[in-house]
């Protein structure tokens, strides 16, 4: 082995394996980036070409180029050395490397491996044999034989020892099974196979390696829908995803897609886009979306969509995707499938579904206004609780991104959205970033149970924000176009000045009597009063300012006009 990796560094050149991975600039002997096992913004990852190492000066990993591919590819130093071989046109031959008994496979990770690549082909071999299996992925799945090749799609039969028999047949044990996550142990102590009459989807690491599968039932009363291997120590799900081994390919390749990866949620997804002409589809196999996941994917592209079902899970998945991907620096979209098509799957056997994927994949939009726009639909946008429910949920996508620039153009478009101005947006974004994504807000009902006697109700800064832009409460003061806008120009240009609410008691504001108006709640009456009268204090400390603009002067005299 020693040989071969001398052979490898000599053959290779850092600088041109790093650079697969990571956009290198020149900087003096040297190259520099931002160091791909961590997030920076200021780059701390240099590449020696002359000593031929890497080093991070922000996290501190650091080597050679068998390193460099062990962290960024999360393999094993065979592995590695396999990769590299394979990119210097080394022969592995003459390094006596390809054994192929068992008994060679000394590394657990490699006879684990050994076993999936032995167990691919023994469910391939039998789907060919069950017509059953068959008739169900041609005519319910509409999948041809071409497309079922392609996916390595196999089937498990119903026997509990079929699969068990044929490995150890090729050598291995009952308890190598288990550690696989190929067989189980039942509670009288009988090992049995873990799939058994489904449908096999073969799940493969980066380096082409079979290193689980995802089962789906064939017949509907079944339970669960999928089963999934279980991890083990070849197999981490976090770092797994669905058709990455083909993708990875695909993105770097000059074609219609190169550089594209859709996130979807199931294997049969991944099948239905590429019958619809998009052969760049990734999923999870049995868990949730992970930094991880995002991660590995930006190893390779920046350029993500997601496909999640426009259900109310669909939308959590989504939420919950887009913000791994802020914390990452990525900003995925969001494609919206036409009705009645529930997934790709169900798009790609209606006619004409790979020209209404098309459609769809170009108008694709930006993630943060498509969960908004989804939200709208299921929230009153005239509703305070509703609106601030809607506040909350994107403010915790916001909070997620690094860029202030960035939170700034989300800010901007949600206040577009909710026609709240950008400086009303921000405090109360801020609040909420204060509180660890919080807002310490009084709900409605609670502030019925306090707003009794004669104590001073004094609301929130948020609360007064929200109450002063509902369209309705404007019109309270100024009743036409006219002199609404001095109003609100004076809102945007100093609203730290005019709202602010830390200190009400020289105006010793108390709930009035006289408010019984019983068309809207007492609450909202005293907030009215209260920005009334807020309004007309603050003014008259700002005019007494020596250094106010005389156009913020002539709009302050207005409105105190207006308000008197």
Known sequence: MSQLTDDILSHLDIVDVVSKYVPLKRAGANFTACCPFHNEKTPSFMVSPAKQIFKCFGCGKGGNVLTFVQEIERIDFRDAVKELAKLGN?????YQLDRQKVEDYADEKEKIKRMHTLAQQFFTDELKKNIHALTYLREQRK??????????????PESHYALLQFLKSKGFNDNDLIQASLAKKGQNQDIYSFFRHRITFPIYDTMQNVIGFSARIVDPNDKPKYLNSAEHKAYDKSSVLYGLNRVKNNVKMHTEHSGQIIIV??????????????????????????EQHIKLLKRY????????DSDQAGQAATIRALSIAYQNDIFPKKITLPAPAKDADDLANVENGAELFKEQFENAQDGFTAV???????????????????LNTMFGLIININSVPMQD??????????????????PQYKQYAKNDGKFITRQMDKKSSRNVGTKTYQPDREELVNALFEGGFINTYVQTPELRSPLIDLMQKLPSKVIETQDLSPLQLRREKELEDKNESRQLQVIKQIIGKTLQFRIQQILKDKNISNDDKQSLLKLKKILE
């Open 301 to 308: 592209t920046d350029n993500l969509y997601l496909l999640f």
């Open 265 to 290: 949620e199931g294997q049969m997804d991944v099948v239905g886009l590429t019958r619809l002409g998009f052969p760049i589809g990734v999923a999870t196999s049995g868990t949730s979306l992970t």
């Open 143 to 156: 999948l041809d034989d071409k497309a079922i090749k392609y996916f390595g799609i196999g089937y498990a």
């Open 409 to 426: 153009h989300y800010l901007h478009i949600l206040g577009e959205k909710l026609n709240l101005a950008y400086e009303v947006l921000l």
């Open 372 to 390: 908004f726009e989804n939200l709208q639909i299921s929230h009153n946008l005239k509703s305070p609780i509703d609106k601030q429910k809607i």
């Open 90 to 94: 080394i022969n592995l031959e003459k």
